[in-house]
């Protein structure tokens, strides 16, 4: 989980550089340096726990700090939404940047497939408002996340970044 966490902190990180919006930049910023710090307590209580033993207290701390991770990741993953629906700069020739703008591409393409359907198919109070009963969802990063097919079995579940790895070959 920690090492999953610095890759979310380092895809935020990479996206935070290319935004177009400065608000929406800093606010991934804040996102990925709150995840980074949630990422190395957890690694801190998880290494403690390993030593200590079995304990109830340190139990439920390493349970909270797990779901404190969880929804740190939630706000980078929404802050990620809000700056590639803003928009995102041309991403420079390093390929874990080619990756992460690609994978931002094709979220950003399934949302606009999506609201063009919804526009087509729109079921519309008489107010011109959008009725919610029935509605899909709209298409976020963390759905497109999950549905993320392995991509090889020769890869090792912890890969170390500096090491060739990019920051896409880790599911999020």
Known sequence: MVSDGQVVVKFGNILAKHCLDQRCSTELLRAAEH???????LGIVARVKAVTGESKASSELLL???QNLIQAVQHVLRAAEAACVKGLGPPSADPEEEEVAAFCQQWRKKLTQHRAKEALNSDRDELGLRKTRGAKAEPTLMSLVQE???RSRNIPKHP????GHTVMDRHL
Request: charged share 10%.
């Open 160 to 163: 170390n970044p500096r090491k």
């Open 148 to 150: 993320q097919p392995p």
């Open 64 to 66: 909270s700090n797990v």
């Open 35 to 41: 995840t980074q710090s949630i990422s190395s307590q």
